[in-house]
């Protein structure tokens, strides 16, 4: 493989400018000849370095997928979880003892997917959603937000009971042309959590971007911003971010 397609966009929401933050959505991408890894973490706005947090889970989380793939997707799930949980918490831990900052200060979602050759591996921790396009050019759901016990609550890569949440995936893209994550603010957006569909934007960039030369992925990722910025802070005050990968076989 190794012909990767991606575009993205990350963008402040309005309640975190009003508050005088940053925006605490991070997208993580490694591309090898072989290997696609793409991450996406939304830092838990309550806590002091959800950014941080975020930074590392995404880091962290796309190079060891890069880097294990194979054995990643032979062995079993509860090995995998156990494996790739204790390469984020042990990177958070050491992190919050060097700022001699409390762990559950680094809290943040988790979503992720790696592709090599004709195989993928997904994962999920928390609210947000990973899609599908298939080859028949329809957008579907593989994993969906998961709120916690009260409103507008859900787990993070800090959670106590993390095993439990983290969900994963794993099979053969044959009958899967794009795989894109977006964090739950740009879900807010995009996504219909009653039924389960997604807004024919997302179709709209699948279908621009597997057109799009090589040289002309910037502008569709142009647009995907435009649209973003545009449209969305009238749909929800949180932070945003999307990002679609493709391929060519």
């Known amino acids: ?18 508050q005088g933050k940053g925006c605490e959505d991070v997208i993580k991408v490694i591309t090898t000849e072989d290997t696609a890894a793409i991450a996406l973490a939304d830092g838990a706005g309550s806590f002091s370095k959800a950014f941080e947090g975020a930074t590392i889970a995404t880091e962290k989380c796309s190079k060891w997928l890069q880097k294990n ?31 001699k900052t409390k ?6 979602t988790l979503l992720f997917v790696a592709v090599n050759n004709n195989r993928y591996i997904a994962g ?31 787990y993070f890569t800090t959670s106590s009971q993390i095993s439990k949440h983290f969900r994963l995936h794993r099979g053969t893209i044959t009958h899967i042309s794009s795989f894109f994550l977006m964090s739950d603010g740009s879900a807010d957006c995009l996504y219909n959590q009653k039924d389960k569909t997604f807004a024919p934007a997302v179709n709209k960039f699948a279908i621009s971007l597997a057109k799009a030369s090589y040289e002309e992925i910037a502008q569709v990722n142009s647009a995907l911003t435009n649209v973003m910025e545009r449209f969305f802070s009238s749909r929800t005050n949180d932070d945003c971010s999307f990002i ?5 076989k």
């Open 244 to 248: 679609m990968l493709q391929w060519t």
């Open 69 to 99: 793939f194979d054995w990643a997707y032979n062995a079993n799930t509860s090995d995998i979880k156990h494996k790739l949980i204790n390469v984020i918490r042990r990177s958070l831990r050491i992190q919050a003892q060097k700022e």
């Open 1 to 18: 493989m190794g012909n990767w397609k991606i575009i993205s966009h990350t963008m402040i929401g309005t309640s975190h400018l009003e």
């Open 103 to 108: 762990f559950m200060e680094y809290s943040s």
């Open 124 to 154: 999920h921790v928390g609210d947000g959603v990973i899609g599908v396009i298939t080859t028949d050019e329809e957008s579907v759901v593989l994993s969906e937000p998961e709120r916690g016990e009260f409103a507008n609550n859900t």
